[in-house]
């Protein structure tokens, strides 16, 4: 049953071959007996996963099922559930028990999804490795030396190992992509303000987006129809109908002009993923498409304005951990100064302290003009190459990332060679745009991603190209060994 | 440009951050290559470049101004650190 997609199940349970009660306890049996070993969930909802399968198993009897009524998936813990721990990764909210349910919470719930558990992530989704969660890495699948990616790593793995179907995750930086191309599963982070960040905690708000995690891009086109959509509760929010994104899966890609960046294809780039690469693209030309050499001329400005824009963003919004309303406080505080100060030094792990350091700086007087301001002008600049880009091309393709998975611990000590794991993926998060990660070859046994980027709300489109790209290859298929 | 370790002890007491003296040295090695790193920003020509701050140019969404929800203190306070008669407590401020 765990080899079947989304929509696979979703027709076993609508033919009866199989109750969302009996799916969701083969779920857990597999979480049980195969978790251990990667480390994907903080928080298992076994109880609470098998009610909602009952009632969702009443709803698919009384013929008012939707296509994700009864599928079990897996919850990045940084999206609030009323009831449940949502820790975003963190020991400052080890204890923190929602108070409510994000509004993608509600959607999925409202949709008869069965959510089984919550995943690992690193510490407040800061992170391109999962090695900075307070409840320790997650193993890559493929390879439980590796990482998995990050920061929705424990989502992605999960899908990975086919412990779910699928699962959500969030991208401020790549963060759904980049682990997808590490576990060699289909990832989408959807256009700025397309899916609600009300009850999604906050990282660097002008940045974050919540998209799901699943093996193919036709399962990917249900968990979005489900999770998209105009929240007033989120004030960047966009009022704009959801598209029928199953609607236009099977549209013919004769014609389809593919800008190809030449920035995203020179050095730095593992020769196993250009391979694997080169090979897509020209999958890609046999179903009609049309290979066109574009140059985004700005692209090597995005990781270092990302550094100054994400985490002037999150020194702002961590304040809020502050030991007083909810989250870790220190034992025994002199004073109130004391309590902030001691909370959060002991709440928070180093990554999430640098970050909220470098953004404390760029913000502070005297520097604001000459890193904040620059950034967010080289932020424009970026945004303008895509821009005049899709003036002659329909998507844009590259590496999702610049290397396979790498080894535990082999960047964790050097945050700049870790941040530039996100070179490919960054630019599309300053820019707003919709990209996808789509498995497209092993290099050495290791997955490889292919990014698809789109104009703003072109998430049909991107999932029209994934889906054509996944009926003529079978890296998609492809099980991580000892998973099968 | 370089921090060395009193500018790092100012930025995190500006952000009210505790950190352990031994790690000082290594946040002012860090913070440094960051902010190398992101300085590589000062070779671009951005003059008269409008800064962006939303991606898709949003501006500030309104709504009529009228009572939607209230506020579940009881549900909110449940799980705060400490409280006391719908109080969030913490040291004694003012002598």
């Known amino acids: 049953m765990h080899q079947k997609t989304l929509v696979e199940l979703a027709a076993g349970l609508r033919q009866g071959e199989f109750s969302s009660v009996e799916l969701t306890r083969a779920c857990l049996e597999r979480v049980g007996r195969l978790d251990e070993q990667l480390n994907c969930f903080i928080t298992v909802t076994g109880e609470q996963a098998l009610a909602q399968a009952q009632a969702a198993d009443a709803r698919l009897q009384s013929g008012e099922a939707g296509p994700l009524t009864g599928i079990p998936f897996a919850h990045k813990d940084i999206f609030c559930t009323h009831g449940v721990k949502t820790s975003c990764g963190s020991k400052m909210l080890d204890s923190f028990i929602a108070p409510y349910d994000a509004t993608v919470t509600q959607q999925l719930n409202m949709a008869g999804a069965v959510m089984i558990g919550k995943t690992n992530m690193d510490e407040f989704a800061m992170g391109s490795s999962n090695e900075t969660s307070y409840y320790g890495p997650v193993n890559n699948p493929w390879d439980v030396q590796r990482v998995p990616g990050g920061s929705s790593g424990g989502s992605a793995a999960a899908v990975a190992a086919r412990l779910v179907p699928a699962s959500t995750g969030t991208d401020t930086g790549g963060s759904i992509r980049q682990p997808a191309a590490l576990c060699g599963v ?182 604001y003009d000459a890193y904040y301001l620059k950034a967010q002008q080289a932020r424009r600049l970026i945004r303008e190459d895509f821009l005049k880009a899709f003036e002659t091309v329909d998507v844009i393709m590259g590496p999702t990332t610049p290397t396979p998975a790498f080894r535990l611990g082999e960047k964790a000590d050097d945050p700049v060679t870790m941040y530039l794991s996100d070179i490919y993926t960054i630019a599309v998060n300053l820019a707003g745009l919709p990209g996808m990660s789509i498995p497209a070859g092993l290099s050495d046994g290791l997955p490889v991603g292919l990014q698809v980027i789109g104009d703003y709300f072109a998430e049909a489109r991107l999932l029209n190209v994934a889906h054509r790209f996944q009926q003529v290859t079978d890296w998609h298929e492809q099980t991580p060994p000892g998973y099968e | 440009m370089a921090l060395d370790s009193s500018d790092v002890e100012k930025i995190a007491y500006l952000a009210r951050l505790g950190i352990d003296p031994a790690d000082i040295p290594d946040y002012a090695r860090n913070l440094s290559d960051i902010l190398a790193f ?25 709504r009529p101004d009228a009572v ?22 913490v040291p004694r401020v003012v002598e």
């Open chain 1, 186 to 367: 289909t990832g989408l982070k959807p256009t700025y303000g397309r899916v609600s960040r009300y009850g999604m905690i906050a990282f660097a708000s002008s940045l974050d987006q919540g998209g799901p995690f699943t093996r193919t891009a036709a399962d990917a086109a249900i968990m979005l129809g489900a999770m998209a959509g105009f929240d007033v509760r989120d004030s960047t929010s966009v009022d704009r109908p959801v598209d029928d994104y199953r609607a236009g899966l099977d549209h013919s890609l004769e014609g389809l002009k593919i800008g190809l960046p030449q920035e995203f294809l020179g050095a730095g780039l593992d020769s196993g993923v250009a391979d694997a690469v080169t090979a897509a693209l020209a999958e890609y030309e046999k179903l009609g498409a049309t290979l066109v050499d574009i140059s985004l001329p700005n692209a090597a400005l995005a990781v270092p304005t990302y550094y100054v824009v994400a985490p002037a963003e999150c020194s702002s919004n961590l304040s809020r951990m502050d030991g007083v309303r909810f989250g870790y406080r220190a034992s025994d505080p002199q004073d109130l100064e004391d309590l902030y100060t001691r909370s959060r030094g002991e709440g928070f792990g180093p990554e999430v302290k640098r970050r909220i350091m470098i953004g404390t700086y760029v913000l502070s007087a005297g520097y």
């Open chain 2, 38 to 62: 992101v300085e590589q920003l000062n070779a671009v020509d951005t003059t008269g470049v409008e800064p962006l701050a939303h991606p898709l140019e949003a501006t500030q969404r309104l």
């Open chain 2, 68 to 89: 939607t929800e209230t506020v579940d203190r009881e549900n909110f306070q449940q799980h705060a650190p400490q409280t006391e008669a719908g109080l969030y407590l």
